[in-house]
Structure formats: C-alpha cells, structure tokens
C-alpha cells in the first residue's frame, strides 16, 4: 500500500523564502544557497507530493492553489517546530513550560494579579494556569500534583513532603445587605441571632480529603455556592448572610452594597501561606515563590 510523500523542513523553509523574497533568486540568497540549489529543492517537493506547487507557464513563477495551501499549513509546522526548540532548549535551562498554580478562595484577585502581570512579562512563553480552590481543596491539589504551588492557604496540616513559608494574614467581617433584616439589628449581634437567618457557604472543593468548614453555626440554613464571587454577590442581593475575607469585600462596604455588622464571636485572623511539594523545583516555580515572599515581607 503506498504511503503518503512525507514533507521535509528545509522545503518548507525554502517555499517559505520565495514567498517573503519575491523570487528563487532573492530566496537563494536569503538562503546563503545558489539559485540552483533552491530550484533543486523545489522540483523534489513537487516530485515527491506529485502536484505542481508553482505555475511556471507566465514570466514569473507564482503559487499554484496546491502550494499556496502547503505554504499556508507550512509556516504553521516552521512556527510550531521554533516554539518546540524554544521550549526543549527552556526545558534544558530548567525553566517549565507550564506552572499551575491554586489560589485559595480567600484570597482576593486583586491581590494576586500584579503578580501574574510581573510573571507573564518577564516569561511570555511559559504557560500559567490559575485555580481557584476552597478550604482544603488547594492542600489536596498539591499533594495530588495537579498543581505546583498553593497560594494563601490557611492551616494546612503538617506534612514532611511540603515547604511553607508564610504569606500574610486573613481576617474576616460579617457582612449583609442594607436591606436584610440583621442591618438593622442591634450590636454586638450574638449566634443565636445570627442563627435565624441563612447562611452563604462556598463549598469545600477538596475531592478526597475530609472536608472543612469555616465560621457557621450548628443548626443554621445555608445556601451553598462554588466561589466566593459568587457568595459575596448573593449577599448583596439579600440572599443570606456570612463571614467574609476582609480583602474581598471592603470596596462593597465602602461602596454601600453592604454592610458590614460587629458580632460577638470575631474570627481571629488567621495565618496564610504559600506551600509547594519538596525536591526538585523549576526556575518558573522559584521565581514565583520569591515574588511571594518578598511581597509578604515588604506588607
């Protein structure tokens, strides 16, 4: 059974010349080759894939439909061939061609974007992906491996496998809408108060590991949600109530779509941090856990 002609990479890169040059003669020369050796070149292509890839019948050679389609497709295989050296040559320097990262739910993007703006300029080539976790969910993610480095985690269990080093500290304000009944109530408002009413709850997303919780009352309804954007916007819409990280809510606050009420059981803050698995790490991974670091100590 015949198989199909297999296309080389100098004949590309050649096909490639002609185009931008505008002749065989001015690619030849773009090419540091004769002009015969770029013909040659060529007539194999052509003989090869059995198709005209140039139309000689005028005064100048142009691209035959068939080659006009080969170069298109072509300069995608050059590009992609490039990228591929860059990486294998990045790879080399140890540096990854992919981070993931997990950011803890807590944590307000705003707070994590001038970073990414800073990573992605000085490493245009290497992928970032971002994930939000929740609770437990961004230990699980690096001791699962499907990330490299978890971002404001708080109490995370001690394990010999995983560095830490400490990012800040997370408080938290009880928050409701102006026009829920506990924005009038008396303060220090006290639990059983509080238990009345529903409860914003963004859900644990660990998979595995046990999952956890954080300031709700026994007995309280709730109304589970996936993200705490999603948990602060249904607090502003009335829908319940709830215990929320400083950073995310304080434009709403001072913008009026909430209110944020004393109560007489305050969460202590609690302490972040930044964790990644022990061992051999990539220049990429470093450098973000420098960045982090020097950020959480010059705050």
């Known amino acids: 059974m015949p198989t199909d002609p297999s296309i080389r990479l100098d004949a590309l890169e050649t096909l490639d010349a002609i185009d931008r040059h505008g002749s065989f003669a001015a690619a030849a020369a773009a090419l540091y080759r004769v002009p015969s050796a770029v013909s040659y070149t060529i007539s194999q292509l052509?003989?090869?894939?059995?198709?005209?890839?140039?139309?000689?019948?005028?005064?100048?050679?142009?691209?035959?439909?068939?080659?006009?389609?080969?170069?298109?497709?072509?300069?995608?295989?050059?590009?992609?061939?490039?990228?591929?050296?860059?990486?294998?040559?990045?790879?080399?320097?140890?540096?990854?061609?992919?981070?993931?990262?997990?950011?803890?739910?807590?944590?307000?993007?705003?707070?994590?974007?001038?970073?990414?703006?800073?990573?992605?300029?000085?490493?245009?080539?290497?992928?970032?992906?971002?994930?939000?976790?929740?609770?437990?969910?961004?230990?699980?993610?690096?001791?699962?491996?499907?990330?490299?480095?978890?971002?404001?985690?708080?109490?995370?269990?001690?394990?010999?496998?995983?560095?830490?080093?400490?990012?800040?500290?997370?408080?938290?304000?009880?928050?409701?809408?102006?026009?829920?009944?506990?924005?009038?109530?008396?303060?220090?408002?006290d639990d059983e108060t509080i238990r009345a009413h529903r409860a914003l709850v963004v859900a644990d997303s660990a998979r595995h590991f046990n999952e956890r919780s954080g300031n709700l009352l026994d007995g309280q309804p709730r109304l589970t949600v996936s993200g705490m954007r999603t948990k602060i916007e249904a607090i502003e819409r009335g829908l319940g109530v709830g215990y929320c990280p400083a950073g995310w809510v304080a434009e709403a606050v001072a913008a009026g779509r909430l209110v944020e009420l004393e109560t007489v059981r305050t969460p202590e803050p609690r302490p972040t941090w930044v964790l990644w698995r022990r061992g051999d790490r990539g220049r990429a991974l470093i450098w973000l856990i420098d960045a982090l670091t020097e950020s959480a100590r010059a705050n």
């Open 46 to 189: 052509e003989s090869e894939l059995g198709v005209a890839v140039f139309d000689r019948s005028g005064h100048r050679a142009v691209l035959t439909p068939a080659g006009r389609l080969l170069l298109d497709e072509g300069r995608r295989i050059l590009t992609a061939t490039q990228e591929l050296g860059s990486a294998v040559r990045r790879l080399a320097d140890r540096w990854e061609p992919q981070l993931r990262v997990a950011i803890d739910a807590t944590m307000p993007p705003s707070a994590f974007w001038p970073l990414v703006a800073s990573f992605t300029a000085r490493h245009p080539r290497i992928d970032l992906v971002l994930r939000e976790e929740v609770l437990a969910g961004s230990w699980e993610a690096l001791i699962e491996d499907r990330v490299e480095l978890a971002v404001g985690v708080t109490e995370p269990p001690a394990h010999e496998g995983i560095r830490r080093a400490p990012l800040g500290t997370l408080s938290f304000v009880f928050c409701c809408a102006p026009g829920h009944p506990l924005a009038a109530a008396q303060t220090p408002i």
